[in-house]
């Protein structure tokens, strides 16, 4: 028995049962920290780094003003949430965001690829595109305007082929360049015209269509060969190989611009009349009187020599029928592609032993 005298306050039981109470107090603390509320605390991280990891892998890589924006304001409430709950909250919303800012990019995309050609730029359709899509706030109005992006693109690109093909004459060879796979053709008006109604913007921001810069190639054949060959007429042109025996068809129905005969065979013209019994001989050169009124020499005869020479085969052919079969003469044709006309250079000037370009004229 403890024997407590009268008025006197035994301190060393008073703090033993601090002490005691202070332990189970600490105890069941630590028992309530480390049960419950430690582990609330590192679910919660968990939560945030979860929902910042979804963050940087969907909204923060969408390349819109305003999905940057929503990516900064969504990382500052994840750090600031209280709990899990709101952490999937928010994490929800971005999710949200993510689908609409996806749209957008996608959108935004489109408008400055279909505005950015291979050859040509739609400044301003890029920049009323890209107000639009702005504009809009919700998934289901960025999916409203697809179609109208789309339409818009076709019709201007629609608009600025016709203008230009529409801007040549009827009987000029269209050119036509593609940047992929890079190509060029040669087509008509007409069906160059058609050719745009069945592609899309997508193809039509990588063509150009343009008149044609065609190219002379000089040909040297013989009468014999070519005998009603003039200035205007139509021929398709061949190439044959000696050695496979073959004819190849290289261009089809161009014009011949111009014929150029030798000087040696056509430039001297003799004649001569009898007055009363005498014999009167004349000649003159034609090549001398050409040089000498080029130079504004009085010696000249001034006499019009145009198509001097063509007047002479032709007038000749069609109306004596007579003709020199050896008379040999450059035939200047027109050919529109260029890689066709380097390759029918380099048989005509460097492989005239091994093939030959033939001239087939076509009746008018």
């Known amino acids: ?144 305007i697809e179609s109208d992006v789309d339409e818009s693109l076709n019709s201007a690109w629609e608009e600025l082929h016709t203008e230009v093909i529409e801007g040549l004459s009827a009987t000029e060879i269209v050119r036509i360049q593609q940047d992929s796979p890079l190509s060029e053709a040669y087509t008509t008006k007409e069906n160059a015209l058609s050719s745009i109604q069945e592609k899309s913007w997508e193809k039509l921001r990588e063509f150009k269509f343009e008149k044609s810069n065609s190219f002379e190639l000089p040909i040297m054949d013989t009468f014999e060969r070519t005998p009603t060959l003039e200035t205007g007429d139509k021929v398709d042109v061949y190439e044959y190989n000696y050695e496979n025996k073959t004819m190849t068809l290289r261009v089809q129905n161009t014009e011949v611009l111009k014929v150029i005969y030798p000087k040696d065979v056509l430039s001297a013209v003799s004649w001569s009349k009898s007055k009363e019994g005498t014999s009167y001989t004349y000649s003159t050169d034609v090549w001398e009187e050409i040089k000498a009124n080029q130079a504004d020499s009085p010696s000249g005869s001034n006499s019009s020599w145009d198509e001097w020479a063509e007047s002479v085969v032709t007038t000749a052919k069609n109306e004596a029928n007579l003709g020199d079969y050896d008379l040999q003469a450059i035939y200047v044709l027109e050919i529109t592609e260029s890689g066709i006309a380097k390759e029918l250079t380099q048989v005509e000037q460097f492989e005239s032993g091994a093939k030959d370009v033939v001239l087939i004229a076509r009746k008018s």
């Open 1 to 144: 028995m403890i024997l407590i005298q009268k008025g006197k306050i035994d301190t060393s039981v008073i703090v033993g049962m601090v002490v005691v109470f202070a332990i189970i107090g600490a105890g069941i603390f630590g028992i309530y920290y480390f049960g419950f509320v430690k582990p609330a605390r590192a679910e919660l991280e968990d939560s945030k780094e979860s929902g910042l990891n979804t963050l940087n892998t969907t909204l923060a890589n969408v390349d819109t003003s305003q999905a940057e924006s929503a990516a900064q304001t969504y990382r500052s409430q994840i750090k600031s949430a209280d709990s899990k709950s709101e952490v999937s909250s928010i994490v929800e919303e971005i999710s949200s965001t993510y689908e609409v800012e996806s749209k957008r990019a996608e959108l935004l995309d489109a408008a400055d690829k279909g505005t950015h050609g291979s050859f040509y730029t739609l400044d301003s359709l890029y920049d009323n595109l890209k107000n639009q899509i702005n504009s809009k706030t919700t998934l289901s109005q960025l999916n409203n």
